[in-house]
């Protein structure tokens, strides 16, 4: 009995140590960080390189681009960013670690969902959605053609 007790623990132990967790929330976090610092210096091309299989056969380079884009262009550059929730999840498939996070930016705020697989010793971005009505309002501006348009605080005239 004690034989087969402790050849199940060798066993348990085989298993575990070749079923690595996707990576640890602080790994999760750093990868958040430098998709941030690519993000804000307009990387897009490296943020889409570096990215895991799963996410370049979702969109090419040119759709990324022009996502991350428009997000830059409504919201600005990020000014802070702190994790609401994460969850990790392996198997034989492989493994993800997700993290969302509530991010202000320069002229507005976000819900980001990352989703990251584990490419070895690093995590490669799999997915990333951002929500916010800050994308869907639209900016009041003034021009000569749209009259219906004032800045705020400007009296007509």
Not at 37 to 48: Q, T, V
Not at 79 to 88: H, I
């Amino acid at each position: 009995m004690r034989f087969g007790m402790g050849i199940a623990a060798i066993v348990g132990v085989a298993l575990a140590s070749s079923c690595s967790a996707p990576g640890s929330i602080e790994d999760g976090d750093a990868a958040v960080a430098a998709f941030h610092r690519k993000y804000d210096s307009g990387d897009y091309a490296r943020i889409w390189s570096e990215g895991s299989p799963v996410m370049q056969s979702a969109t090419d380079q040119q759709g990324l681009t022009r996502l991350l884009e428009m997000v830059r262009g409504k919201m600005g550059k990020v000014v802070d960013t702190r994790r609401e929730g994460w969850r990790s999840n392996f198997n034989t498939a492989g493994s993800t670690i997700e993290l969302v996070m509530s991010t202000r930016f320069e002229h507005g705020s976000g819900k980001e969902d990352f989703v990251f697989a584990s490419g070895g010793a690093t995590l490669k971005l799999s997915g990333y959605h951002i929500s916010s009505p800050d994308l869907i309002e639209e900016q009041p501006t003034a021009s000569p053609r749209s009259p219906g348009r004032r800045r705020p605080g400007l009296p007509r005239g």
